[in-house]
């Protein structure tokens, strides 16, 4: 059966996809103002929540969270309960997806069209996203398995380089007892909400055993991630520059220089790492969004492969209708729309986690 | 003679219920007037011939069974005090079990067939067995059964075409194989509503089940050693009559990158040669994708140096990058099907023209870029690294893809495609099994079944 590594590679694929999905413009906003502190506040109540969820999933063995609801809650909450949710998972693609399309324009490719490249990444996505979970897995797993080590080298690279300052780093540290800032807090907490994937995920771990040492893991990944999510790019930059740029962390790749390779700058090999990365996260949200979604649907009785699709593709064309219209935004909406989104999604989760206990809670007195 | 009591337990009747399930078994009884006599043996692994002249015909030419057995007894070869195991161990080797009256014989004839084997052709190694699956399925029983001596290799006989009548044999290891996977396969082949069956790739694609497929799902080889070894790990092994080649499954994309001389050579040297082949795939399906990226589309990717240097051989050539990579790649296309069908005097002529005349002159003409030429010889050599000519044939279409990606949106294009055909692989099964993932080797080394490597 999935073996409990692909839990670990979900909440690793949302912890390191933060950078395109603007957390380090928010921490590094509130650099004087106390992202610092919040980060390990984030780490310790990202952490609990994943703990949290992944107790109270387990519960509910090989079941997704349409199962759960049509089986616990009142027939009318269903349906609302499953679309707002549905729609936080497209969101949650769509901004990666649209900063993406953004950043490959700014960086790669200027002279493509913006359409042209949108519409190759739906194209794969959409192919993608209909892929049965179990596979998507291991889609995941390789991806990860291609991008991780480009990503170690491009951070390791980033972090011995000369040039890097570590004085501003240490500069920015003697903000830490500011009192942690709430924006902060909740766009860093973005680093652990993997675990809410298993939303729909939780139909393919059949026995999902953790021990207290994964959840030790799980806190460090997050911690070692943000923390240099937040001050790679200040060590770059400086303490006070680092607010001119929107993507950060591509800016600063664009400043490190291979000197012993073809490819001499470190963009390119940061951006095909990530744009794998980018790309399988947002399958794989969308994925989870489109099953909550499809949940709606009646289930089809017979011959359901054909009325099935037609389901699903018209869920996807949905997403991509909402993705093409939403490549209106600037570059300033876009931020904007993805800072509510980390704030809206904090709450979400909340909120699931809750009806998953109360779920919990009927089972329980049902079966007394 | 003294009365020789064999031993409680060792009968034909035993023999043939721990060979059960062997399609080659043959239990024959013989009767003359007075005396019966009672005959089993492997079909595929003993001597016919040797049978009906020393252990048939004796049997009517002596007057009593007293005397055939005192003949059989001075048999060379001829055994009478073994016990279980070594009976099995005798039967698989090549032996018939005689019942003469009360007493048992085990008689050696052994069946190595040797004349009528053929070397490997497409899948050759360096140093190792160089016997290859012939078009006579007795012959490749007789070649697998002499590699597997178990009484747990099982062979089942089916008929598959109407018209063809292909005999069929389906092999496996019935303590390591996955029976849903047997099962299937027989479903599948029950099913199948075929008229003419010639070759063991045809069959792959009417078990295989999907419409459109772009990578092999069984392994057709050759190889009898390989058979051998995928048995061992509880794979099924499919062999037709007039075929040549064995077919076997449940394959993963692992399988076809796995070469038989990896386990001759040392564990360091088997890892490198296998990471060579990885990166191989790797050269021949991205190199022409990515020459079209760097050069039409994001010339900066590349030093500076290497920038130019492309540039420079291309200064001459009239037509954008994917113009002259396309036209290059099929003229390789055209040069490895054309070497393929020419008689083998002719051969070397295509090679030559195509190889030196047409690189040269095109180079000179201005036609194509050096580099082109070079990035074209890679491409063709790395993709026939590939130890399986059906994944290398695969292979040599997906570059395709990728060229067809990196023209509409460079390098954008070659990581979407990336992505996309890691996920249809990831999709794909292969009778129940992921077909495709990370750590495969590990965790099919780590099952029960692993003793097959080693």
Known sequence: MTKNRYYFWLILMNSLINIVNFVPRELIDGRFTGAQASIPLAVAAGTLLTLLFTAVIRKFPGMGVPEIFTATLP?????PLLMVFGLLWCIAGLITLLSFVDITLRFISPDTGPLLVLISFLAVVCFSVRIDSHSLLYTLEMMLGISLPLIVYATIKAVMTPSFCWDSVLQTFTYSLHAPNWHSFLASTFSFSGYIN????????????????????VALQGLVVLLLSLFVPIGFFGTAAVEKHIYTWFSTADSIRIETFIIERMLFIFYMAYLTLSLVSIIIHWHVGKELLLSLFPAPKRKAAKARKWQEA??????????????????????????????????????????????????????? | MVE??????????????????????????????????????????????????????PFYEMDSGEAYGAYLGGLPGSHTEVDGKQALELMLGGSACIRSGSRIFICELPKAEAGAVRETVTE???????DALGEDLTVNLNLIRRRYQSAQLKLEMTVIGNISRTKTAILYDESRVDHRVLAELKERLDTLQIDVLQAAGELDKYISGDKVRIFPKTIVTERPDRVVFNLAEGKVAVMLDTAGYAIILPAIFNDFFTAMDDKIHLPVVGRFLKLLRILGVVLTLWLPAL???????????????????IAGSRATVPYPSFVEVLIMLLMMEFLTEASLRLPRAIGPTATTVGGLILGQAATAAGLVGNIMIILVSVVAISNFMIPLNMMSFSIRVLKYFFILAAIATGLVGVVCCL?????????QRSFGQPYFKLFALESAGSGKKGSGEK
């Open chain 1, 75 to 79: 027939k009318f909450t269903v349906p």
């Open chain 1, 198 to 217: 298993l939303a729909i995920f939780n139909r393919v771990f059949q026995q999902l055993k953790l021990k207290p040492f994964h959840f030790v893991l």
């Open chain 2, 291 to 309: 020459y079209v990226a760097f050069t039409s589309y994001n010339p900066e990717i590349v030093r500076v140096q290497i920038a130019l240097l």
């Open chain 1, 314 to 368: 018209s869920i996807l064309a949905g997403f991509c209708a909402a993705a093409v219209i939403l490549m209106r935004l600037d570059q300033y909406e876009l931020n904007t729309f993805g800072v509510i989104f980390l704030d809206v999604r904090w709450y979400g989760e909340i909120a699931l986690l809750l009806l998953l206990l109360y779920c919990y809670a009927v089972t329980r007195r049902r079966s007394l």
């Open chain 2, 124 to 130: 050759s190694v360096s140093q190792g067995p160089s």
């Open chain 2, 419 to 427: 992505v996309g055909f890691t996920a249809y692989l990831c999709s």
């Open chain 2, 4 to 57: 020789q009591r064999h031993k409680p337990g060792v009968s034909p009747e035993w023999i043939q219920e721990q060979l059960s399930g062997f399609a080659d078994l043959e239990h024959r009884k013989l009767q003359a007037s007075s005396d019966e006599a009672e005959l089993l043996y492997i079909k595929s692994v003993t001597d016919g011939q040797s049978i009906s002249q020393a252990v048939i015909a």
